[in-house]
Antibody, heavy 119, light 111 residues
């Protein structure tokens, strides 16, 4: 069974940085396609970015491109979301998701990590 | 970008009655490989989203058969044949044919 566990959320000031982690089990992580999706308070779902299998490409949504980076550590079966230059509008619950194939399938979701950007 | 539009925004339903949610895309979701990457997700109160349906009409493992998906091209529908109390929540459609995008959500509640 594929399981995803996010951690690292918290309160940060505008302009600050935060790194989220997504620990993955139940699959060969180096072959995995993984996403970050966020949900602002009381709002819908927004795709943030995706990491393909190890050595593959990484893509970002326009609102976060240049500020957020998706990283991976295959030795720890963990994906990261490095968030820099945070804005108030980045406040959201951040979910990691797993795609079972090349296309955006989002088969499994983690429980989410809450990020609050406030002065 | 592909814009996904769901209706209605809110759907009050009597227990045991059917419910239907519409999802329309701003362009065809048929991929060049012939597949249509349209998913449906359920988000119960206080929980993470859970996928119910993938590629328009395929139910995920463990999803009750009262849930069904249909449609083609730009028009898609999620139907619940007989709503149960555990079906309360927000339902989202999502396309994966292009850069992924979600519908705004439909809140299903019991009358």
């Amino acid at each position: 069974e594929v399981q995803l566990v996010e951690s690292g959320g918290g309160l940060v000031k505008p302009g600050g940085s935060l790194r989220l982690s997504c620990a993955v089990s139940g699959l060969v992580f180096s072959d995995a396609w993984m996403n970050w999706v966020r949900q602002a308070p009381g709002k819908g779902l927004e795709w943030v970015g995706r990491m393909q299998h190890s050595g593959g490409s990484i893509d970002y949504a326009a609102p976060v491109k240049g500020r957020f980076s998706i990283l991976r550590d295959d030795s720890r079966n963990t994906m990261y979301l490095q968030m820099d230059s945070l804005k108030i509008e980045d406040t959201a619950v951040y979910y990691c998701t797993w795609d079972s194939d090349y296309y955006y399938t989002m088969d499994v979701w983690g429980q989410g990590a809450t990020v609050t950007v406030s002065s | 970008d592909v814009v996904m539009t769901q209706s209605p925004l809110s759907l009050p339903v009597t227990l045991g009655q059917p419910a239907s949610i519409s999802c329309r895309s701003s362009q065809s979701l048929v991929h060049s490989n012939g597949n249509t990457y349209l998913n449906w997700f359920q988000q119960r109160p206080g929980q993470s989203p859970r996928r119910l349906i993938y590629k328009v009409s395929n139910r995920d493992s463990g999803v009750p058969d009262r849930f069904s998906g249909s449609g083609s091209g730009t028009d898609f529908t999620l139907k619940i044949s007989r709503v149960e109390a555990e079906d309360v929540g927000v339902y989202y459609c999502m396309q994966g044919t292009a850069w992924p995008s979600f519908g705004g959500g439909t809140k299903v509640e019991i009358k």
